[in-house]
């Protein structure tokens, strides 16, 4: 398998790093095309490496297009001019549609994809779409390349990448700010910042081993930990007289509301 990232930020790396370490691509065979010289060092050891849009790329099975999508505009007349028709192009740009993608470069097999954050440690989870039916080779080609970044998930409704992208996209700072929030509070209240990183940090992992490991809901592991008259029944008074479960509603689907005006930009 021969493979083209576009753009090599944050998760252009993260591809790199996990399609090389899972050997799912030889360094000879990985063409890495970066713009500009800041990340040079990082990625010698992963593959070929590329500051401009060629015809090498026409030689790869798979071309990832990792760029800021405020760049595709000015790099999809080079993309379209080397690509294959039998290529799969893999996008990870938010907002970029595959209406779009299809109109830029005159290509139909497409596959547009929304990971986040986690898949830079082999742990994210990526939801996709297709503009057409892929061969049973190039599906699970897709699909080995996005779960060796944590899990994948196949939607027959592109416009659900909206949602996914304020849920999954955007949740690893919801939790982020939470803890934030957490260690911020538990030194107000007098603990040193070691000690209230390890227990709020600890309690976030121990605390999702144990939902994934349950077979209760959330509703019940919330109440198997709430006890009446309790310190937890304490705080969801506060968290229910603040509207905090309201309010992370709506900032959610506001995130969705943002993902769905971009697309249509």
Do not use: W
């Amino acid at each position: 398998m021969k493979i083209t990232i576009l753009g090599c930020g944050n998760m252009g790396t993260a591809y790199a790093r996990s399609f090389r370490k899972y050997g799912l691509v030889k360094a000879e065979d990985l063409l890495l095309i970066v713009r500009g010289e800041g990340r040079l060092a990082q990625l010698e050891t992963l593959g070929m490496i590329s500051d401009s849009v060629d015809g090498r790329i026409s030689e790869s099975d798979l071309v990832t297009v990792a760029v800021k999508p405020q760049d595709f505009g000015a790099i999809a007349p080079k993309l379209a001019a080397v690509l294959k028709p039998e290529q799969v192009v893999l996008s990870i740009m938010a907002g970029i549609t595959l209406q779009r993608l299809d109109s830029s470069l005159g290509h139909e097999i497409l596959v547009r994809a929304m990971p986040n954050a986690p898949a830079q440690i082999g742990m994210g989870i990526t939801a996709y779409a297709t503009g057409t039916e892929l061969s049973m080779r190039q599906t699970l080609m897709v699909e080995q390349l996005l779960n060796c970044t944590g899990r994948a998930m196949h939607l027959e409704d592109e416009s659900l990448l909206d949602p996914v992208t304020a849920l999954s996209g955007s949740g690893p700072a919801y939790f982020f700010e939470i803890v934030r929030t957490m260690i911020a509070t538990g030194i107000r209240l007098g603990l040193e910042p070691h000690v209230a990183n390890a227990l709020v940090k600890q309690t976030m992992l121990g605390s999702f081993h144990l939902m994934e490991h349950s077979d209760r809901t959330p509703d019940e592991l919330i109440k198997a930990v709430m006890s009446k008259g309790g310190t937890t029944e304490a705080a969801f008074k506060v968290f229910a007289d603040g509207s905090f479960a309201r309010t992370l509603d709506m900032g959610i689907e506001a995130a969705s509301k943002r993902a769905r005006e971009l697309s249509r930009s």
